[in-house]
């Protein structure tokens, strides 16, 4: 049985049986979980789900789109379906959850329930679970449905009073205790911040704080660090010894002495002590500042003993300041902890302490960009009383907090130039180098000068190793793992780990909770680069190792384990990028053709067009023609292939001729092959099938007698696909069905999985639709498993039109609309116009002449932009078709004259032509115009009666040409309706499952009136 959690309190997240389900179909499938969420018992009254996720259409368009967004999400759930989703005919919903867990939780839900158990859940665990967090389904937001987002604002705001009744009623608990109470208080403040109760109760527990003792007072306000605030206080409620870990600048003291002012009588009854150890050196210097600062003699040889006895039976805090220093020599500490059970100790370091008890709380810049813009207006007022926030000088003070990481001694040293420069400048400067925020303020401590000496102060922390670790870190872009930091830095883990430790490095897991990252933070960068003596040695180090690693990975890349390959390409991408231009400033050619077919594959498998096409020609131009031939051809070629997927046609076409002309100079057949591919397959993204067809076979004999079997299938491919419209689908079929069997023998499985897509496309054009259904569920697991959107993409494409063939219309508008937004994701303009193409030919078929207009409009301004003649002229069949139908009969005509001129002015395959007579034909019939309707179609129904297999001969035709022949009394009317009748029989022959036979004779009318009419002439 299966599970289903829905989170939808603390951002918003579904995972299914523990898996997060990262991608949905459409953003309204998310939209209808969350709707079905926060139902009191999941289940919604479809009218009512309609209207508010489709509230622009009509009630019917409404209902159908909720029936195929309840079918996508029946899709996501796969098997688990059965076990999650519940629709009736009045209602959708979820399956509640059983005593054995399975079927649809909802946090949301179970939030309810622990409400109404109040006497049972303390309000604190609600408090500090689902209270504490944002508001409901965080940042979610439905475009196009202003009624869901209303609905869903209503819900937020019913959320946020539930909470507030919840803590109201904690507040006026009697068995609570006033330490508890001002923690529901601050939780309640974060959701009203004027409500009275609240108030109250923070105003009595201010009349009772803990005694402080030695605190420094401050002179500036503290700002910010509320949330961190809050959760420091509800470490040291849990925890003995919490240290806030941070670089220097980063606000630990502030904090520290903020949380301590915090703390209540009733926590700490002997008091809070602020101990600052930064010019201690020893573990005795340690103990003797605690020592003074109890208040106990400071002499002995046990100190330590005497501190303990002193502290044994007291319950107080102990703030611990800047101890990095002390690295190593604070194991004192833990003993002290053991035996003075009451003792509570918060310290701050750049490092950690590094004992049992220690809870480590690393603290980063304000990440809230309003307290970081409030730190930095209060310091600059306080230099400029009379500053003006202007929405410009605000904006721009946005920027200098996002620069600096709103990292709080940054912002305090750039408020100092106030005075001597605008804000504008102090951005600009900042931009320059961090080197240019320093203070001259008197009472600043020296450490704390300027950004420069606070990194010395961490640096001269380091062991001569670890600071040629440090700043050799810097060649790195976008971070890097601990095999490139070994390999690299000739670092060990455990030179990384203390970094980290010291908040010198970053550190992070991936989404997955694979292999830690590290990076270094962009002030650490600045610095720590400015102590490399001589880069030359290292930046060729980091150029070898992530060329070589691209370089390995070449064949993983063209397997069935791509995606793998690729993502590992992708976390490094920055570094692989800027390995490759090293190696171009060195002249390097040979690590560059090592890699360059694989960087290749990677570009085009995870759909970076534009990265590629500026790395590869930013190369070219670097080498301006003195660089090794066969790696521009490489990078020619590479260039053709992205631009085709943009649909930037005619660079297409100079880089794929660019291609060739270097390979036919060097007398390289593998290379000649390539590039005439190339060549052909962007004259057909261009629809020019006429021309590109010969270039596609010259391709072809430049593979025979070399070992280029993935080439060759490439080739035979994109032949198969354009001999399927030009020529013939029974001829495409012969290359279609070669080019797999060659990919296979490859070995790769792109091209493999393309031609298996291919075979697909031309399987259901000869109506093999079994066949066809099969192939394409075998090209979209092999493309979904590779990780190649856009294989993805034509494989749902090819599967909507075989059932489309068969009538299954529901499915084939579901395939269709996923194909649609995988081209939306990577950018893909041509498969965006197969996807759109295909769409419309199955409405065609399903007679939905509505949304045929629509899309053929679409379509067609699309393919116009891109320019793409093919795709254009079926658009304007596909709309003299409907107009027709609609008896608009002028406009009609005038798109399928369109058709007829766009065909002759591109050249383009002659079936075009052919459906555009047939159409007119019809058109003239339905004016009564007999004579004219056959003259149009003559020549045509002669080339149908004398070719069995010709590909002009569909069911549309058939029809209209019987009729027409009828109406003048022509003769060949009944062998026509004879030879239809043949190509039917032969066509359901070809449909062995007999669930897929009964769907194809009877999936629309026009197959139930051809089949009356053979029964006809069968009879007669």
């Known amino acids: ?321 800047n101890v990095e220093q002390l690295s190593g020599r604070l194991g004192f500490l833990s003993r002290l902890l053991y035996q003075a059970g009451d003792v509570k100790l918060l310290v701050t370091s750049r490092d950690v302490v590094g004992i049992a008890a220690e809870n480590r709380y690393p603290l980063t810049g304000l990440t809230n960009l309003h307290e970081a813009s409030d730190l930095l207006w209060n310091a600059i007022r306080r230099i400029t009383p009379d500053f003006e926030l202007t929405p410009t000088n605000m904006a721009i003070g946005a920027k200098i907090c996002e620069q600096l990481h709103g990292v709080p001694l940054a912002l305090e040293l750039a408020a100092t130039w106030i005075n001597t420069l605008d804000l504008d400048h102090i951005r600009a400067e900042i931009d320059h180098a961090y080197s240019f925020l320093e203070s001259s303020l008197l009472d600043t401590p020296a450490r704390h000068r300027s950004l420069g000496a606070i990194f010395e102060h961490s640096w001269l922390l380091q062991t001569p190793q670890r600071q040629e670790i440090l700043a050799h870190a810097t060649i790195f872009e976008g971070g890097f793992d601990v095999a490139a930091a070994r390999s690299v830095l000739g670092a060990s883990v455990h030179d990384l780990r203390r970094l980290v430790e010291q908040s010198l490095l970053g550190s992070e897991r991936t989404a997955d909770g694979g292999k830690p990252r590290y990076s270094l933070h962009q002030l650490v960068r600045e610095f720590s680069a400015e102590k490399i003596h001589d880069p030359h040695p290292i930046r060729q180090a980091h150029a070898d190792y992530y060329l070589a690693l691209v370089a390995q990975l070449e064949q993983q890349l063209i397997s069935l384990d791509a995606r793998a390959a690729s993502a590992i390409i992708a976390a490094d991408l920055p570094n692989v990028t800027a390995a490759w231009r090293w190696q171009v400033t060195q002249n390097e050619t040979a690590p560059l053709c090592e890699a360059v077919t694989a960087l290749t594959h990677f570009f085009q498998l995870t759909a970076r067009y534009a990265q590629g096409i500026r790395l590869f020609e930013e190369t070219i131009e670097a080498f301006d023609d003195d660089g090794d031939d066969w790696l521009i051809a490489r990078l020619y070629h590479g260039c053709a292939t992205f631009r085709m997927w943009q649909a930037q046609h005619d660079a297409s076409l100079k880089s794929a001729e660019a291609a060739h002309l270097i390979a036919q100079a060097n007398e390289d057949q593998p290379l000649i092959a390539a590039s005439l591919c190339s060549w052909g397959r962007s004259l057909r993204a261009k629809g020019q099938f006429i021309q590109a067809i010969p270039k596609l076979h010259q391709g072809l004999a430049a593979c025979a007698g070399s070992d280029t079997y993935a080439t060759e299938a490439e080739i035979l491919t994109n032949l198969a696909e354009m001999t399927a419209f030009a020529v013939s689908p029974y001829e495409a079929a012969k290359s279609a069905e070669k080019a797999v069997v060659l990919a296979q023998q490859s070995g790769n499985k792109i091209i493999e999985a393309h031609a298996v897509n291919i075979l697909a496309l031309v399987r259901s054009q000869t109506l093999h639709l079994t066949d066809s259904l099969r192939l394409s569920n075998e090209g979209l697991a092999m493309s979904q498993k590779i990780g190649n959107p856009y294989d993805e993409s034509l494989a749902f494409s090819m599967r909507g039109r075989a059932y489309s063939r068969l009538g299954y219309f529901a499915q084939a508008s579901d395939d269709f609309q996923t194909a649609i937004d995988l081209c939306y994701a990577i950018d893909n303009k041509l498969a965006e116009i197969l996807a759109k193409t295909s769409l419309t030919m199955s409405l065609i078929l399903r007679e939905s002449f509505a949304d045929v207009l629509a899309y053929s409009d679409e379509t067609f301004a699309l393919a116009e932009q891109q320019g793409m003649a093919f795709y254009m002229g079926v658009m304007l069949w596909a709309r003299g078709v409907t107009l ?137």
Request: charged share 25%.
């Open 884 to 1020: 027709s139908i609609r008896d608009e009969l002028d406009a009609a005509t005038d798109a399928l004259r369109k058709l007829e001129n766009l065909a002759e002015a591109h050249r383009l395959p002659y079936f075009l032509q052919h459906w555009a007579r047939f159409q007119l034909s019809h058109i003239a019939l339905q004016r009564g115009e007999n004579g004219k309707a056959q003259s149009l179609i003559s020549a045509f129904v002669d080339e149908l009666l004398a070719d069995p297999i010709c590909m002009y001969g569909e069911t549309k035709h058939i029809l209209i040409g019987y009729h027409v022949l009828t109406a003048n009394d022509d003769p060949r009317a009944v062998l026509l309706l004879e030879h239809g009748h043949k190509r039917f029989m032969r066509h359901l022959s070809h449909i062995t499952d007999d669930a897929h036979k009964r769907a194809y004779r009877n999936c629309i009318p026009k197959n139930q009136r051809l089949q009356n009419l053979y029964r006809t002439v069968c009879l007669t």
């Open 1 to 321: 049985m299966s599970r289903l959690m829905i989170r939808v309190l603390d951002g918003f997240s579904v995972a299914l049986d523990g898996e997060l389900i990262g991608r949905f179909p459409t953003e309204r499938v998310r939209a209808l979980l969350l709707l079905l969420a926060v139902q009191p018992t999941l289940t919604i009254d479809r009218a009512h789900a309609a209207s508010l996720l489709w509230s622009e259409v009509e009630d019917a368009a409404a209902r159908r789109n909720l029936r195929r967004c309840l079918s996508r999400l029946k899709k996501l759930l796969g098997e688990a379906a059965d076990d999650i989703v519940t629709a009736t005919r009045q209602q959708i919903g979820l399956i509640a959850a059983d005593p054995q867990g399975a079927g649809a939780h909802s946090d949301y839900q179970q939030f309810q329930q622990a409400v109404g158990l109040q006497s049972d859940v303390p309000p604190l665990t609600l408090a500090n679970g689902e209270l504490a967090h944002g508001e409901l389904a965080a940042g979610f937001y439905l475009k196009n449905s202003p009624l869901f987002n209303d609905w869903l604002a209503d819900q937020r705001a019913a959320l946020v009073r539930q909470r507030a009744d919840l803590l109201r009623r904690a507040l006026v608990d009697p068995s609570l205790s006033l330490a508890e109470k001002v923690r529901y208080a601050e939780v309640l403040q974060t959701l009203d911040p004027l409500d009275a109760l609240a108030r109250q109760t923070m105003l009595r527990a201010e009349g009772n704080p803990a005694t402080l003792h030695h605190f420094p007072a401050q002179v500036t306000p503290f700002i910010g660090r509320k949330s961190e605030r809050t959760r420091l206080l509800d470490r040291l409620h849990d925890c003995r010894m919490v240290t806030i870990l941070g670089a220097g600048g980063i606000g630990k003291t502030r904090l520290a002495l903020d949380v301590a002012r915090g703390t209540t009588h009733a926590q700490f009854p002997h008091g809070v002590y602020f101990v600052p150890l930064v010019t201690a050196q020893t573990e005795r210097d340690a103990i003797t500042k605690i020592h003074r600062a109890l208040a106990l003699p400071s002499q002995g040889e046990d100190m330590l003993t005497q501190l303990i006895d002193h502290l044994r039976d007291r319950q107080l805090l102990l703030v611990l300041d």
